[in-house]
């Protein structure tokens, strides 16, 4: 079959943050707390936030399924007797602005997805959401720097429910773009995802600063001279 789907990880166009929330985002959320009648300390969130994060990184790694920061913040005022929607949701807009303001496009990547659509190709870009970060908002991050566009599929972990190396979100997007692994070629940073991808009978797969079966490239200007 022709190779005529290229298949991004986030993590090979975009420079993404380490998840760890700052302490100034939490105490942005002790002050949106207390200015709402409840009296919370710096001290208290720091540790239920750690606790929550932690708990976070057991699921992934043990299911690969993922929790939203919706659903963290969720967990973390739950402990607190706060279930407030509107609170929820304003917690989760604050913390998420933090990683956003992080999250850049690698010099050159516009000009190698322009040069994938003039050879023709699909593009789709997998998503592990920093910290489960709403979908939505990574959307507009990337409409920001005008490369929503670029991209005939998106998937988010944070709406798919799956969190790479996990088999869903290719085979979501290859459906998406009635295209089988036959015709991909998928470029990845994650150590753990080159033999998946292979099992999946992807056509061809490319490091991003890993080795991916004698394949790989460390920057942008490199991943154009192999596609």
Known sequence: MEERVSIFGAETLFNIPVEQFKPSSIASVEKLLNSEGYDVSFERLDYLFSQNCAERERQIYATRKEMTLNALVASVLDALEID?????????ELLAGDFLSSIK???GVYELLSSLKEKGR?????????????????????EYFSLRDMFDDIQYSSENGAVRPHARPLRY??????????EATVVTGLLQEPELLQRL???RIIGYRIDAFGTSCNS???MVALL
Do not use: C, F, K, Q
């Not at 407030?84 to 917690?91: A, E, L, W």
């Open 84 to 92: 407030d929607v509107d609170i929820i949701i304003s917690s989760t």
């Open 105 to 107: 496009p690698y010099p």
């Open 122 to 142: 699909t593009i789709a870009l997998l998503w592990n959401a920093p910290m489960g970060i709403p979908h939505s908002l990574l959307s507009e991050r990337m």
């Open 173 to 182: 997007a290859l459906s998406n773009l009635n295209a089988s692994a036959a």
């Open 201 to 203: 009978g992807v056509r």
């Open 220 to 222: 942008v200007e490199e």
